[in-house]
């Protein structure tokens, strides 16, 4: 592409530019011939009448005498053969009757022959052309069409010059720099193509960091539950149990959700649009999941649309981790606003430090202050809100009066 986009643009142009100057060129030359050989037709028409054929040959000399005298001319009379019928001036040569036309050089002078309906012919001459020296149209459109090409040379340059520099940065982010953004600056089509890269690129940068964090953070977290099962496995090799069964099967299930969360992170995170919609009844989905946990539900019934498989993670996620990272009670509500369907889960833990509400759904949050063995809190919470963006919905974290911790998810009301 280096080079080559400029000279197709520019020689496109070059040669759009001399097509339109040689039709232009074609179509004023044969205007100029109707224009001229209309006027040549009434210029003999006007010879023929004061020179009639039928005049007295003392006035037509007298005629031919007095327009050689005003026009400083030669002029000769032939009749059909060839012969003169009158002159005035100097004679000129009956051989310029062979060549009639403009210009025609004879006896030191521009000599022009006229055609006269009747036969005769009038040769004229005199030192000067009759009339400016015919100009061609060709020359002046190639002239237009020249400057017109160089003036478009630095506009063309400075566009293909914008492509190229995006060409580079899309190789350079192509190449691994993904910080890489390209000038944006404008408002046309190059505009708006580097605009899509820039955004397009942010948002691939985005997600490749996300699932770079996912994974470290997912390969610490599974060390934890990894090295007990180690250990469990060992013991019971040793001294068989059921104890350590019982610890062997819960490490297990503990690398099994973690497992599963991260593909449920992943798949959401390329999802576009929900795979299997439906009108849901939000307080009974929530009295379900509350009556497994064994978790109080109050509220009215209110009707959302949603994917049934995600909202039940949704509702599961808010409750179980009220339930490991608070206090009893834990209670859960559904109302209905104007505006809204609103869940709340609510627990009387420790809450979470001030300042870090916004930090709890990040994956693998952990509170400050907490050691390392006791764990952090997973992907439950940034599940829940992926799947409430995925749905419409906002959710957000409120401390309630009395301490502890209240989560709360607004999906829009089903029209």
């Known amino acids: 592409m280096r080079g080559s986009l400029f000279l197709k643009m520019y020689l496109t142009l070059l040669t759009s530019l001399a097509v339109v100057a040689l039709v232009g060129a074609v179509v004023v030359r044969i205007g100029l011939?109707?224009?001229?050989?209309?006027?040549?037709?009434?210029?003999?028409?006007?010879?023929?009448?004061?020179?009639?054929?039928?005049?007295?040959p003392a006035e037509i000399a007298a005629t031919l005498t007095r327009l050689s005298e005003t026009f400083d001319t030669d002029?000769?009379?032939?009749?059909?053969?060839?012969?003169?019928?009158?002159?005035?001036?100097?004679?000129?040569?009956?051989?310029?009757?062979?060549?009639?036309?403009?210009?025609?050089?004879?006896?030191?002078g521009h000599v022009f022959v006229m055609r006269l309906p009747d036969g005769r012919a009038l040769a004229a001459r005199r030192e000067r052309p009759f009339g400016p020296p015919g100009r061609n149209p060709?020359?002046?459109?190639?002239?237009?069409?020249?400057?017109?090409?160089?003036?478009?040379?630095?506009?063309?340059?400075?566009?293909?010059?914008?492509?190229?520099?995006?060409?580079?940065?899309?190789?350079?982010w192509g190449e691994g720099a993904l910080v890489t953004r390209v000038d944006d600056r404008g408002r046309d089509e190059v505009a708006a193509v580097a605009k899509s890269f820039n955004r397009a690129a942010a948002q691939i940068e985005h997600l490749i960091t996300a699932h770079r964090s996912l994974l470290a953070n997912a390969s610490h977290e599974l060390r934890s539950p990894l090295a007990r099962l180690r250990m469990a496995i060992d013991l019971y090799e040793r001294a068989p149990a059921e104890a350590t069964k019982r610890e062997i099967v819960r490490n297990l299930a503990e690398i099994d959700e973690l497992v599963d969360e991260i593909l449920l992170a992943s798949r959401l995170d390329h999802?576009?649009?929900?795979?299997?919609?439906?009108?849901?009844?939000?307080?009974?989905?929530?009295?379900?999941?509350?009556?497994?946990?064994?978790?109080?539900?109050?509220?009215?019934?209110?009707?959302?649309?949603?994917?049934?498989?995600?909202?039940?993670?949704?509702?599961?996620?808010?409750?179980?981790?009220?339930?490991?990272?608070?206090?009893?009670?834990?209670?859960?509500?559904?109302?209905?606003?104007?505006?809204?369907?609103?869940?709340?889960?609510?627990?009387?833990?420790?809450?979470?430090?001030?300042?870090?509400?916004?930090?709890?759904?990040?994956?693998?949050?952990?509170?400050?202050?907490?050691?390392?063995?006791?764990?952090?809190?997973?992907?439950?919470?940034?599940?829940?809100?992926?799947?409430?963006?995925?749905?419409?919905?906002?959710?957000?974290?409120?401390?309630?009066?009395?301490?502890?911790?209240?989560?709360?998810?607004?999906?829009?009301?089903?029209?």
């Open 271 to 415: 999802l576009e649009r929900l795979d299997n919609p439906q009108t849901l009844d939000l307080l009974a989905l929530v009295t379900e999941e509350g009556a497994r946990l064994k978790i109080p539900v109050s509220g009215m019934p209110a009707q959302i649309t949603g994917d049934p498989r995600l909202i039940t993670r949704l509702v599961r996620n808010l409750m179980q981790n009220a339930l490991r990272h608070g206090a009893e009670p834990v209670r859960a509500n559904v109302a209905l606003t104007p505006d809204f369907v609103r869940l709340s889960v609510e627990d009387r833990g420790k809450g979470v430090p001030e300042g870090e509400s916004e930090r709890v759904f990040e994956p693998f949050y952990r509170p400050a202050g907490r050691s390392e063995t006791a764990g952090g809190w997973g992907l439950g919470l940034s599940l829940v809100r992926q799947i409430a963006h995925h749905h419409g919905a906002s959710v957000r974290l409120e401390t309630p009066q009395g301490g502890g911790a209240r989560f709360v998810v607004d999906f829009p009301r089903r029209a």
């Open 75 to 108: 002029l000769t009379l032939f009749d059909r053969d060839g012969l003169v019928l009158a002159r005035a001036g100097a004679p000129i040569d009956a051989a310029v009757l062979g060549r009639p036309g403009r210009h025609a050089r004879n006896g030191g």
């Open 138 to 172: 060709i020359a002046y459109l190639a002239l237009i069409a020249g400057v017109i090409g160089l003036a478009a040379y630095p506009v063309v340059r400075q566009l293909t010059r914008r492509l190229e520099r995006l060409r580079r940065g899309v190789d350079a």
């Open 33 to 56: 011939d109707e224009r001229d050989t209309g006027w040549r037709a009434q210029r003999d028409l006007f010879v023929a009448a004061i020179l009639p054929a039928d005049g007295r």
